[in-house]
């Protein structure tokens, strides 16, 4: 059985810094391309992310460069987010999701495993 569970979100305020982590299980990590996509209410989803399956390779959505930084330890099965600079607009739901490569742009990434999310939240 697969499981993809984030951590690491939480409370903090803007101009801080967070560190998401996705640990992976159930499947063959290193045959994977790994993105992070999140979700405000009322809002669609949007891919921030992605990273190739040797890690060789990265993509963000470019609002977020510079901002944001990807990357994966194939070792641990596990996936990062390095968010910095924060803003009240990145409040939201993130996602990890585990697919066969990434797409030309995060979104459109095809995702084959989700998991729950961890919730974001930057104060003003």
């Known amino acids: 059985q697969v499981q993809v569970v984030e951590s690491g979100g939480g409370l903090v305020q803007a101009g801080g810094s967070l560190r998401l982590s996705c640990t992976a299980s159930?499947?063959?990590?290193?045959?994977?391309?790994m993105a992070w996509f999140r979700q405000a209410p009322g809002r669609e989803r949007e891919g921030v992310s992605c990273i190739s399956a040797g890690g060789g390779s990265t993509s963000y959505t470019d609002s977020l460069k510079g901002r944001f930084t990807i990357s994966r330890d194939n070792a641990k099965n596990t996936l990062y987010l390095r968010m910095n600079s924060l803003k009240p607009e990145y409040t939201a739901m993130y996602y990890c999701?585990?697919?066969?490569?990434?797409?030309?742009?995060?979104?459109?990434?095809?995702?084959?495993?989700w998991g729950q999310g961890t919730q974001v939240t930057v104060s003003s």
């Open positions: 159930g499947l063959t990590f290193d045959d994977y391309a």
């Open positions: 999701a585990a697919g066969p490569f990434c797409g030309m742009a995060v979104v459109q990434t095809p995702v084959t495993y």
